[in-house]
């Protein structure tokens, strides 16, 4: 269940905030005029979600390569042929 939270009972509470978020690790949405704009979540689940972003962001650019590589294999370019492409194009 989402403890969601006024961010003027966060500026009174945090330090309890903080030990109940230690034992329960479970995320609190604070909330300012009635909308939610933060999550206070324990450190580790939130490396967990950034390491997990990072590794789908490079799953995503390693599947877009190697299409690529495969479109100009098919095209009958060599990989010197898209550096090259890529050195121009950077340099322009």
């Known amino acids: 269940m ?12 945090l330090s309890s905030l903080l030990k109940e978020l230690a034992k329960k690790k479970e995320p609190i949405i604070i909330t300012a ?3 939610p704009r ?10 967990d979600i950034v390491r997990s ?16 590589r495969k479109k100009a294999k098919t095209a009958g370019l060599t ?6 492409e890529i050195r121009a194009l950077r340099n322009g």
């Open 79 to 84: 990989d010197e042929d898209v550096k090259a």
């Open 38 to 47: 933060a999550v206070l979540m324990d450190y580790d689940e939130y490396r």
């Open 53 to 68: 972003k990072e590794k789908q962001d490079r799953l995503i650019l390693k599947t877009a390569v190697d299409k690529a």
């Open 2 to 13: 989402e403890n969601i939270i006024g961010i003027n009972e966060v500026r009174i509470n």
């Open 33 to 35: 005029k009635s909308k």
